[in-house]
């Protein structure tokens, strides 16, 4: 049974930038494809951006050249840099497997853009 736990998420005014973490217990994540997903209120959930266990990273559009996934296998960690943030990235951050995530999310992490 995998838990997955995500921290760095806060209220942070536009062009800010915020770091999240993802750090899984249960099971080895370093085999497979892990992704960013996010949830913004009324909206369904979407991927922002998926790492493979090689470490070649992919994104949504809207996010190219803005946000950074990362990974560190050793810690079994997923890692999510987002500069220039934008009112648009205001959203609750998940991170799960990707294709057929995990079940069980974490509880995510809150992103706030605002002035």
């Known amino acids: 049974q995998v838990q997955l736990v995500e921290s760095g998420g806060g209220l942070v005014q536009p062009g800010g930038s915020l770091r999240l973490s993802c750090v899984a217990s249960?099971?080895?994540?370093?085999?497979?494809?892990m992704g960013w997903y996010r949830q913004a209120p009324g909206k369904q959930r979407e991927l922002v951006a998926t790492?493979?266990?090689?470490?070649?990273?992919n994104y949504l559009d809207s996010v190219k050249g803005r946000f950074t996934i990362s990974r560190d296998n050793a810690k079994n960690t997923v890692y999510l840099q987002m500069n220039s943030l934008e009112p648009e990235d205001t959203a609750v951050y998940y991170c799960n497997r990707n294709p057929r995530p995990y079940v069980d999310w974490g509880q995510g992490t809150q992103v706030t853009v605002s002035s």
């Open positions: 790492i493979t266990s090689l470490g070649s990273p």
């Open positions: 249960g099971s080895r994540i370093s085999i497979y494809t």
